[in-house]
């Protein structure tokens, strides 16, 4: 299984982008879902997750800009992303919480940049 993470672009600081990351069901049932991301240079890290009960909690880097959130019926895990700042470029991948390495996807690139 891989989790396929989409949506990503460049965007002017202050901008917004959402993610989406399809999901197998069996896979979003059971799981909580995560969020991560790797700039350049730099070790991935995590930036979200949400539980299957929709429980959510953060990073403090991106608290109060993103939110992540779950469609039951697309079966998707999102992540909204506002008021991005340069320090937000990076690779954004999808996984579950704990990671299982086997559903790395390619991830989507985000660039912010004036």
């Known amino acids: 299984v891989q989790l396929q993470a989409s949506g990503g672009g460049l965007v002017q600081p202050g901008g917004s982008l959402r993610l989406s990351c399809a999901v197998s069901?069996?896979?979003?049932?059971?799981?909580?879902m995560g969020w991560y991301r790797q700039a350049p240079g730099k070790q991935r890290e995590w930036v979200a997750s949400i539980t299957s009960g929709g429980r959510t909690n953060y990073a403090e880097s991106v608290k109060g800009r993103f939110t992540i959130s779950r469609d039951n019926a697309k079966i998707t895990v999102d992540l909204q992303m506002n008021s991005l700042k340069p320090d937000d470029t990076a690779v954004y991948y999808c996984n579950t919480l704990p990671i299982r390495a086997s559903y790395w996807g390619q991830g989507t690139q985000v660039t912010v940049s004036s």
């Open positions: 069901g069996s896979v979003f049932r059971i799981n909580v």
